[in-house]
């Protein structure tokens, strides 16, 4: 018999996250945490992040996208710019993105303001994405209604002859964007739901560190 949902848990043994042991840099830090997820996540795309936005109406909206790198700048994802969240962005560019690692009994979560990349940004990570990656990106009416999945393979047929012949451009509906933080949380699981939180909030030019409650 399946354990009821109600009594399904997880016990957290990883050992405690402590003050002294956190970089004085949020970036930094999560740089750490980001090697070490990659080092351990063999199952799982650990560059993979919830991304939250709101629609126009205050709807709240989530989903699973990949972060594709990150510097002090901000972190930087890439969508059609016709997309549901794009439309959501547009409106409200303040999101939240939220890093989940089991492995590593740890999560981050990250509030900021989004922002579309250049053109020519775009278009240098574009150029590095696998082929069908980029005719992906020339078929797809992200979040759109589709009738059926013949008519997408139909449509993917159609742009594959389109580009037969040399390189795919970048489609002018897609781009990306950079989520400039305001916050970083780091989150360590601990025995009993006693997590260990941090937060890290932007004070003046640098970075106000806070322990939370669990």
Same mark, same amino acid.
């Given at each position: 018999?399946?354990?009821?949902?109600?009594?399904?848990?997880?016990?957290?043994?990883? @050992?405690?996250l402590?003050r002294?042991?956190?970089?004085?840099?949020?970036?930094?830090?999560?740089?750490?945490?980001?090697?070490?997820?990659?080092?351990?996540?063999?199952?799982?795309?650990p560059?993979?992040?919830?991304?939250?936005?709101?629609?126009?109406?205050?709807? &709240?909206?989530?989903?699973?996208? $990949?972060?594709?790198?990150?510097?002090?700048?901000? +972190?930087? =994802? +890439?969508?059609?710019?016709? %997309?549901?969240?794009?439309?959501?962005i547009?409106?409200?560019?303040?999101?939240?993105? $939220? +890093?989940?690692? &089991?492995? $590593?009994?740890?999560?981050?979560?990250?509030t900021?303001?989004a922002?579309?990349?250049s %053109?020519?940004?775009a278009?240098?990570? =574009?150029?590095?994405?696998?082929?069908? %990656?980029? $005719?992906?990106?020339?078929?797809?009416?992200?979040?759109?209604?589709?009738?059926?999945r013949?008519?997408?393979?139909?449509?993917? @047929?159609?742009?594959?002859?389109? =580009?037969?012949?040399?390189?795919?451009?970048l489609?002018?509906?897609?781009?990306?964007?950079?989520?400039?933080?305001?916050?970083?949380? +780091?989150?360590?699981?601990?025995?009993?739901?006693?997590?260990?939180? =941090?937060?890290?909030?932007?004070? @003046?030019?640098?970075?106000?560190?806070?322990?939370?409650? &669990?």
């Amino acid at each position: 018999m399946a354990e009821p949902i109600d009594q399904m848990r997880r016990k957290y043994s990883r @050992g405690p996250l402590e003050r002294e042991r956190l970089d004085a840099d949020p970036i930094v830090q999560f740089e750490q945490w980001f090697e070490e997820a990659r080092a351990r996540v063999k199952d799982a795309e650990p560059n993979a992040m919830t991304l939250a936005t709101v629609d126009p109406n205050g709807a &709240p909206g989530a989903r699973t996208v $990949l972060l594709k790198y990150f510097d002090h700048d901000g +972190f930087v =994802f +890439f969508t059609n710019l016709e %997309s549901r969240k794009a439309t959501h962005i547009e409106h409200n560019p303040s999101v939240a993105l $939220l +890093f989940w690692w &089991p492995e $590593l009994e740890r999560q981050i979560e990250i509030t900021g303001i989004a922002a579309r990349v250049s %053109s020519t940004e775009a278009a240098k990570y =574009f150029v590095t994405r696998p082929r069908g %990656s980029q $005719l992906g990106a020339w078929v797809s009416d992200q979040s759109r209604v589709l009738t059926s999945r013949k008519a997408l393979e139909i449509k993917l @047929g159609e742009i594959k002859r389109k =580009f037969a012949d040399g390189e795919v451009p970048l489609p002018k509906f897609w781009g990306g964007y950079r989520v400039t933080p305001t916050t970083i949380e +780091f989150w360590q699981g601990q025995p009993d739901r006693l997590h260990d939180r =941090f937060q890290y909030s932007r004070k @003046g030019n640098g970075w106000k560190v806070q322990r939370l409650a &669990p």
